[in-house]
């Protein structure tokens, strides 16, 4: 009888977890159904929300999603949103049809700080490949330390080679804690003052619109150091959109 009734609640409970699975599976694709359905129909707005509550929360994207975002933020005529969402498609997905996309925004708005280069294009592929890259020089350096303790038992390992190892291990460490290309930033609202100091008493520089890139030099307090037309100047942090 107690067999009997085992038997019965395992076959209960392997349909329960097949029952739970179905939904589980639906209600992750859920939010990005709904956002893809949404802007189906063309309620932009409506979609965006969703997209955003996806982007925000789960912090996962497609890159289909980004394109959409794009799409709606430039309807929107939210050119800030529309760069930084190109971008972010860009850095994932490195292709020059999307730089050619961004450049006729930047021109037809009269944007500045998108004028892209093939150094540029090697940064993003850089930036794209830097983990893998890191991954790669560990390892080989164990296999370095691992093969070098076997020889050493055999052959005594030569100052050249010493000296050779050390410099790799530095370049490791430089790679980890210093390689940087530098950071970028979009003006996020209109009408934003440029100082060419940090303080709010300091010259006035400029008034710069939503829209143009910078480059993010150095900061201080609720202060970013950028370049601005090729001098140094400063504009409040929450008026700036950081690239990833």
Do not use: C
Request: hydrophobic share 40%.
């Amino acid at each position: 009888m107690q067999n009997t009734y085992l038997k019965y609640l395992s076959i209960f409970f392997v349909f329960f977890v097949i029952s739970l699975q179905p939904t589980y599976s639906q209600e992750n694709r859920n939010p990005i159904t709904i956002a893809d359905s949404l802007f189906n129909q063309k309620q932009y707005t409506e979609a965006l929300a969703q997209y955003e509550k996806i982007l925000v929360n789960q912090q996962q994207y497609s890159p289909s999603m980004l394109l959409k975002m794009a799409f709606i933020k430039e309807g929107l005529r939210d050119y800030t949103g529309t760069m930084y969402y190109l971008h972010l498609y860009y850095s994932k997905t490195p292709n020059r049809a999307v730089l050619r996309k961004m450049e006729d925004l930047a021109q037809s708005h009269q944007l500045t700080g998108y004028e892209y280069s093939d150094l540029q294009f090697f940064k993003t592929q850089f930036n794209k490949f830097y983990l893998h890259l890191l991954e790669g020089m560990l390892l080989l350096a164990v296999v370095i330390i691992t093969l070098t303790t076997f020889r050493r038992k055999n052959k005594p390992i030569s100052n050249n080679f010493k000296i050779g190892f050390t410099l790799y291990l530095a370049f490791i460490f430089y790679y980890i804690n210093f390689l940087d290309f530098g950071q970028e930033g979009i003006i996020r609202y209109n009408r934003i003052p440029v100082m060419s100091a940090p303080s709010a008493g300091a010259t006035w520089l400029a008034t710069a619109n939503q829209g143009h890139k910078l480059k993010l030099t150095g900061e201080k307090d609720i202060w970013y150091e950028v370049q601005w037309k090729n001098q140094r100047a400063y504009i409040r942090k929450q008026n700036i959109l950081v690239l990833p």
